[in-house]
């Protein structure tokens, strides 16, 4: 099961940039992720020992910080979207995007030419289905190995796209970061408006999105950030508890 207080999270930017080049897996962990993981197992286990793992969540940092006294700063899957690709831009290379639609692919695609003249873009469009066959993966991970990218992003929502990656980490016979940020593909094509720089700056980005979408959202983010806030005090207490258990020793 996991427990925040036992992972390593990478804490601010800088921490970001001194990540090391070649295959590394970065994964993203919010309120949302959190609570499916407490009952998915092999998604626990992606987010645990899958790769690096960035705090996409203002309740993740206040809850590592109630828990364990730990400042973190928040990084969104879009801050490390535009962290790689610029990165990547300077040098110039190959950029892979795995997920989505056709549409919100092209649509990335126009946008990133622009933004990222040195990088060209590849993408591919799996089914939209809860699951892959056997040669539907084959033909994925093939797809990935053919272009030998400098960047992939897989964009399949969670836990699909960190179980995917997770699973298929070494098919993949590439040698750089691999990031699953889900809802960034949207919100980079513009079929999906992301929320403000003030809202954002006040920790309110998941209220943003809320608001535009209540009918799709509102378990997510209403039933869910309490059943968050219920898991974090229990893990609190279970800390507490250990700690009069091992001073009592």
Known sequence: MLRLRN??????????????EGKLLINTINAHSYNIAQKDKLFAESLIFGGKLIPDGISIVKAVKWLNGEKL??????????????????KGGT?????????????????????YPNINIITYSPPYKAEFSEEENKAMIDAVNTNNPD????GMTAPKQ?????????????????????????????????????????????FYRLSQEPKRLWKRYIIGNLL???????????????????TNK
Not at 169 to 186: M, P, S
């Open 228 to 246: 968050f806030c219920g898991y974090i005090f229990i893990e609190k207490n279970r800390n507490s508890k250990s700690q009069c258990i091992s």
């Open 7 to 20: 992972i390593d999270l990478i804490k601010n930017m800088g921490e970001l940039a001194l990540l090391p």
């Open 95 to 115: 950029c892979f995007f795995l997920g989505s639609s056709e549409n919100v692919l092209s649509l990335m695609k126009q946008r990133a030419s622009k933004d």
């Open 151 to 154: 960047l992939l992003w897989i």
């Open 162 to 206: 960190e179980k995917w990656a997770y699973t298929h980490y070494r098919e993949l016979n590439i040698n750089c970061h691999i990031g699953t940020i889900g809802a960034v593909f949207d919100f980079y094509a513009g079929t999906v408006k992301r929320a403000p720089a003030w809202c954002i700056k006040l920790g309110l980005e998941w």
């Open 73 to 90: 700063m928040r990084i969104a899957g879009a801050d490390l979207f535009v962290f790689e690709m610029s990165r990547l831009n300077e």
